[in-house]
């Protein structure tokens, strides 16, 4: 007699859970994140990581090393090596550590931008110190945004991962990987209790965030460039809207003093329409284009204001955001 249809897909579950466990297990490594103090090293705090290359470079989560500039990585084989934080960045909760090891096992990158809703994932991290755990879910929701940061250096990490896998504390800095075993996630949030259970987060793998995890290792820091607004998109008035063929903007809701935006004039009720030859339709438009190139280069924004549009010239700086532990 046959297998019935329901054991059919169950196999077939089991064997791409078992396949990607396999792949990825050897390069996720257990973090105990330490503090040197008088008596020497002391236990500080726990969570995961990814390799990034064989020569000892790691991913994991900002806030999970927080202050800390070393510890230990463990793997699953039983060997373990001192690491040193290389460069953390709080805003998109990314941080780079390099271990003392030559022959590590890279995991596979993937790209978050395929992800489908309702699709399988597979999250492989340490919970509750328990390491090499997996557990299993699909792709919840697309889209979500996570806030980083605090008061003027503020920011949203955009088109976050919401999954239902089991997550829970010392899983941030896992993996959160595809049914082909690339990493299309860092686990960074769990929501709950109180709030819900089966309702993880994570940091996307995709270009913008590659190219963070590339700035950290090679120079320790993301530098990026600082406007000084606070806003939101709204819709643009209709005859603003023929003229551009664009229905949104983004309003200016306060504009920080002594910023590149009160230097350049910018006032609040300003919709902000495009920069730097960029069409701005929301505030992720806008903020995706600080990037550390535009520091101290003098761009155009062109606005709406009182149903005339209108460009002024703005030299951005540099944002300056405290390190601190979240």
Known sequence: MGSSPDEAALDA???????????????VASLEVTARGPGGRR???AGSAVVLTPDGFLVTSAHVVGSSAEGVAAFQDGSSYDYQLIGADPLSDLAVLRAAAQDLRPATLGD???????????AIGNPLGMAGSVTTGVVSALGRSLSTGRGHGARLV????????????????????DSAGAVVGINTAVLGPGIGQGLGL??????????LMTELMRHGRVRRAYL???????????????????THGVEVVEVMPGSPAAAAGIRPEDVIVEMDGAPIADAGALQTLMTGRRIGRRVAVRLARHGELLT???????????AARR
């Open 228 to 246: 000084g607004i606070t806003g939101g998109g709204r819709p643009l008035p209709p005859r603003i809207a023929a003229a551009l063929a664009r």
């Open 202 to 211: 994570a940091v996307p793998v995709n270009d913008t965030t590659r190219g």
């Open 312 to 322: 002024v010239q703005v030299t951005l700086a540099e944002l300056e955001v405290e």
């Open 43 to 45: 236990a500080q705090g």
């Open 13 to 27: 579950y089991s064997r791409v859970t078992v396949a990607v466990a396999e792949r990825v297990l050897p390069s």
């Open 158 to 177: 955009e088109n976050v991962i919401q999954t239902d896998a089991a997550l829970h504390p010392g899983n941030s800095g896992g993996a959160l990987c």
């Open 112 to 122: 978050a931008t395929t992800l489908r809703v309702g699709q399988l994932v597979v």
